[in-house]
């Protein structure tokens, strides 16, 4: 099963002014943005959270009218705060985040397609940032939700997990997910990005194809940075 999501009039006082908004199954796109610019803010618009305002739906229907376990098999959302001091193993915290009767095993299945099973037994306030993270996606994934929402899932990870991460996220929305992630790097974000969603100062100014999105006058004007010679430099 597939489900678009839309939005109307998603909002957040102060945060993110009014959007209105449509995202298909079978699709990553990227929220990018400077620091502060609303790309947090546009997530929390879309997982439905209380701050934010407007009407947010999941295959026509209102989110805001799910019970919890229906929710967690329609929208997984991961935050970007990866502080976590709870004394709880990492197979535990993840297996949390499954719906009822949802197989066990399935905790295991994603540990182990995120090379994360040789802690699975460890207490998440005794991992890395970077294994605390890898759990914390795992979390999202298990519940093989329709959509993702994920606030910068490549923070804390060395290059060759970040590529991993965003290869398994573009592998989940080949298999019929809708996969929306803010992240900071351009280059990663032109690459495995379908679509790219430009936020500044709480509004939406580019959203598009990538080549589109990031087009030399947007970088230059909302990020101050330019593509020259196979590297950044300041405008």
């Not at 976590?84 to 949390?96: C, E, G, K, S, T």
């Not at 899932?153 to 290869?167: G, K, S, V």
Request: charged content about 20%.
């Amino acid at each position: 099963m597939t489900a678009q999501i839309t939005a109307t009039g998603a909002a957040i006082q102060g945060r993110l002014e009014p959007c209105d908004l449509a995202f298909e199954p079978g699709t990553v796109t990227m929220l990018v943005g400077p620091n502060g610019a609303g790309k947090t803010s546009l997530l929390h618009a879309l997982a439905g959270l209380p701050v934010a305002t407007g009407e947010i739906c999941i295959g026509g229907e209102e989110i805001a009218k799910f019970s919890p376990g229906r929710r967690l098999r329609y929208l997984s959302f991961l935050g970007a705060s990866r502080a976590i001091n709870w004394p709880l193993l990492a197979r535990d915290y993840v297996a949390l985040g499954l719906p009822a009767g949802a197989p066990r095993e399935s905790v295991d299945t994603v540990l182990q397609s995120l090379d994360a099973e040789g802690f699975a037994d460890r207490r998440l306030d005794q991992l890395s940032t970077g294994e605390r993270s890898r759990v914390m996606i795992a979390r999202a994934l298990a519940p093989s939700a329709l959509a993702l929402l994920l606030d910068e899932p490549c923070a804390n990870l060395d290059p060759q997990w970040q590529l991993t991460i965003l290869e398994r996220l573009g592998a989940e929305a080949a298999g019929g997910a809708t996969v929306i992630l803010s992240i900071h790097d351009l280059e990663l974000a032109r690459h495995y990005g379908d679509r790219i969603i430009v936020i500044d100062g709480g509004h939406i100014v580019e959203d598009g194809p990538p080549d589109v999105a990031l087009s030399a006058d947007n970088l230059g004007s909302v990020f101050g940075v330019a593509r020259k010679n196979d590297h950044w430099t300041r405008v």
